[in-house]
């Protein structure tokens, strides 16, 4: 389903600051698998994700998403098959328009408006039928606008305008980070039946290790560009916490953190 084959990325090229992030790096996610990946900062997680979005590009490498070479694709044509949940609650909507306005405009993604009404005819019921499916209450704020929703309601919102379209693939980047850990809980759980019934071949990254061993079918353990830990289906349903964080601790200290 997704390849990543051979990338090289730097950063700061040609500076004195100049990083080498991936080097002759690959990966291949399967359709229909919900990958969690962790590690620490600068470790390349959110690269992976902005390269498979397409709003970073490789210095050499490709990128396949079912066999076609995406790797210098337009970011909005992937769009077109790929919704993304962003850290800032803000981020994936339109703060200053209005809940069922936010609803419209993801449901119309690459479609044109002309000067037809924001929101159709009879969308209305509609949007109140598919916020409502999420449990909290957001069928009576359909006239609010998104910046006055809680953080926890607006990335509930952003999952299901990410989704509102057919997409194949979700990408989640950090998407709770934000959220006090009650709310978080909810938004996982509402991740977790949204990617369960879309069937969506799903990238989540996470600093939260219990989100991380709960959700999903693949763990993926990322340190200075490479992947240092990889289990999957049983290997990874035996994992504990303890186990994941030893080994996080290890590298740590190997680096003299």
């Known amino acids: ?18 990083m080498s992030l991936l080097d002759d790096f690959s990966l291949h996610i399967a359709k229909g698998d919900f990958v969690s990946i962790i590690g620490s900062n600068g470790s390349g997680k959110t690269t992976l994700l902005n390269l498979l979005a397409g709003s970073l590009l490789p210095d050499s490498g490709h990128i396949l998403i079912d066999g076609k070479d995406v790797t210098f694709q337009k970011e909005f044509i992937r769009a077109r098959r790929i ?13 200053d328009l209005t809940l069922a306005q936010n609803l419209s405009l993801a449901e119309n993604k690459g479609t ?3 000067l037809a009404s924001a929101i159709p005819r009879g969308a209305l019921e509609r949007y109140k039928n598919i916020v409502s499916s999420i449990g909290l209450g957001l069928e009576d704020k359909m006239n609010v606008r998104m910046r006055l929703l809680s953080g926890g309601q607006r990335q509930a919102v952003s999952l299901l305008m990410a989704t509102m379209t057919p997409i194949d693939i979700l990408i989640l980047d950090e998407h709770t980070a934000a959220l006090d850990p009650k709310t978080a809980d909810i938004v996982m759980r509402i991740t977790d039946d949204v990617v369960r019934k879309g069937n969506f071949t799903t990238m989540m ?32 349903t035996v994992l504990k916490i303890d186990d994941v964080l030893s080994l996080f601790n290890s590298i740590s200290i190997e680096c003299g953190n």
Request: with cysteine.
């Open 83 to 95: 919704g993304r949940v962003f850290q800032d609650t803000l981020k994936g909507c339109a703060g």
């Open 112 to 114: 044109k408006y002309n």
């Open 1 to 18: 389903m997704i390849e990543y084959k051979s990338i090289s990325k730097k950063f700061n090229a040609r500076t004195v600051n100049e």
């Open 205 to 236: 990254v996470t600093h939260n290790l219990r989100y991380a061993l709960e959700y999903g079918n693949r763990l993926l353990m990322m340190h200075e560009g490479r992947i240092v830990f990889d289990k999957s289906g049983d290997q990874k």
